[in-house]
């Protein structure tokens, strides 16, 4: 079974930036699209952004323009690069493996720890 390991959050200032990983492990990393998620205690998980395995990305009108989300295949590696951070974008970011259809995004795994951010003065 595929595991992931999401890394790189932490306590940054309203404005500044942090770019997010997640490591996966297994060799349908390449064939699967990923999505990066982010939950906040009693609030419901929502979809940040999605990269397919040829490279179309997609994002949450939330984060549209200071978010970026790529992939690197080689090292089985997706990354969340955030900038402009705002204090709402506070809370434990997921990745996990997705399906993507028309009008929806499934997720397919399991979910990990998470890598919490914070953003805060």
């Known amino acids: 079974q595929v595991r992931l390991v999401e890394s790189g959050g932490g306590l940054v200032q309203p404005g500044g930036s942090l770019r997010l990983s997640c490591a996966a492990s297994g060799s349908i990393f390449s064939i699967n699209a990923m999505g990066w998620y982010r939950q906040v205690p009693g609030k419901q998980r929502e979809l940040v952004a999605t990269?397919?395995?040829?490279?179309?990305?997609n994002y949450a009108d939330a984060v549209k323009g200071r978010f970026a989300i790529s992939r690197d295949d080689a090292k089985s590696t997706v990354y969340l690069q955030m900038n402009s951070l705002k204090p709402e974008d506070t809370a434990s970011y997921y990745c996990?493996?997705?399906?993507?259809?028309?009008?929806?995004?499934?997720?397919?795994?399991?979910w990990g720890q998470g890598t919490q951010v914070t953003v805060s003065s």
């Open positions: 996990n493996l997705v399906l993507v259809y028309s009008i929806r995004v499934v997720p397919l795994g399991s």
């Open positions: 990269i397919t395995d040829g490279g179309s990305t």
